[in-house]
């Protein structure tokens, strides 16, 4: 963590109380500023939290450390690097003991997150313990509620390039157009809300990383072996192990381009 990014809070958000930390490369200033440029205003305070650089990572030392469970993981050292940021950041919400916003450094934020600190609150102090606001499009997204009412929904790519689209799913967010839904197959960490004891079960069952346990691919009939850490997080949701929720649709969209991936494409 090396600085605050400073956007202007509204009495809301302030009033909420959840520090929100923006896990980004230190090597990739780039994207840090097109964060801003994106999300300048939007009421909410960043903590800058500079990620795990999978390219400094020795795997013989992550497996004697109980990070990994075999130096042959599929994972690529990006993704194991992505991996280590978001426990870090479980940790420091364990430490702090309160709940914690962790964003992405590609999320597109809607104008009206702000006023959702409240719910994010009352949704983790009863029993939610990792609380999506953004979460990749391009997979199959598993929603339910009413305990077994379950949809499997796949989003149509938009046709206009993401910054216009984005502006445009921001415009047309309101207070009373998302609902929070439960989850049982959902994909990224773009943006997401955890309580310490959501934390404490992610820590618990999401590590060592490791490739044994498959995700069930619902809506395709396929299942998936673990490649990222929110395959973990599938894993350990599908066991019943975690509790999830998201919010539809999301508060936050990203581009989720390989083009310009720090995870799939090379470590880091």
């Given amino acids: 963590m090396r600085e605050t990014l400073s ?8 009033d909420a109380a959840i520090p929100a ?3 980004t490369l230190a090597r990739r200033p780039d994207r840090r500023e097109r964060f801003l440029r994106w999300n300048s205003g939007k009421g909410i305070d960043f903590i800058v939290f500079d990620a ?4 400094s990572l ?3 030392r992550l497996l004697g450390a109980g990070l990994i469970d ?7 050292d990006g993704h194991i690097g992505n991996a280590l940021s978001h426990r870090a950041l479980w940790e420091r919400c364990i430490a702090l003991g309160r709940a914690l916003l962790v964003v992405e450094d590609d999320a597109f934020l809607t104008e009206t997150v702000q006023h959702w600190f409240g719910r994010i609150a009352d949704e983790l102090a009863h029993g939610c ?3 999506y606001l953004g979460y990749n499009r391009d ?21 206009a390039g993401f910054e216009y689209h984005a502006r445009q799913h921001s415009w047309w967010s309101g207070r009373n157009t998302h609902c929070v839904l439960d989850t049982r197959l959902v994909w990224g ?3 997401y809300a955890v309580s310490p004891a959501g934390a404490q079960a992610l820590l618990r069952h999401c590590l060592p990383l490791s490739s044994r346990h498959p995700v069930r691919m619902f809506g395709s009939g396929r299942m998936l072996a673990p490649y990222s850490m929110d395959g973990m997080i599938n894993v350990a949701l599908q066991r019943g192990l975690v509790k999830a929720r998201v919010v539809f649709p999301p508060l936050a969209v990203g581009p989720n381009e390989r083009a310009d991936s720090d995870t799939v494409t090379g470590p880091g």
Avoid: M
Avoid at 52 to 55: L, T
Avoid at 70 to 76: C, M, N, P, R, V
Avoid at 139 to 158: H, K, N, Q, R, Y
């Fill in 7 to 14: 956007l202007p809070a509204t009495p809301e958000a302030l």
């Fill in 21 to 23: 930390y923006l896990i």
């Fill in 52 to 55: 795990v650089d999978g390219q």
């Fill in 58 to 60: 020795n795997r013989h």
């Fill in 70 to 76: 075999d130096e042959k993981l599929t994972f690529t």
């Fill in 129 to 131: 313990d990792i609380l």
């Fill in 139 to 159: 997979a199959i997204l598993s929603v339910g509620f009413g305990g077994g009412d379950w949809c499997d929904i796949l989003f149509e790519t938009p046709a």
């Fill in 189 to 191: 960490t773009l943006t």
